[in-house]
């Protein structure tokens, strides 16, 4: 039986939030370099979770704050990821 569950996002009050789903473990890497080429000032922090393997939150960013915020959020969000990894299986 599929479980939905809210989860709390936390982040500074000043900050924007992007949420999303890939599948390639480059993509924090990838993300950095776009936000890092394309607003050379912006301060930012990225985490992601693997869904497979060790299950790492691997994470980037400028700001150390940041990316603690980010990684927190992304652990948080971590159950939601696991109980749909069945479903995609199914595609």
Known sequence: MLQMKAV????PAD???IVGQSHFIKTVEDLYEA?????PQAKFGLAFNESSGACLTRTEGNDQTLRDTAVRNAQALACMAAAMRPL????
């Open 8 to 11: 709390r996002m936390e982040f």
């Open 15 to 17: 900050a924007n939030i």
């Open 35 to 39: 936000v890092a080429t394309s607003v």
């Open 88 to 91: 995609s299986r199914l595609r």
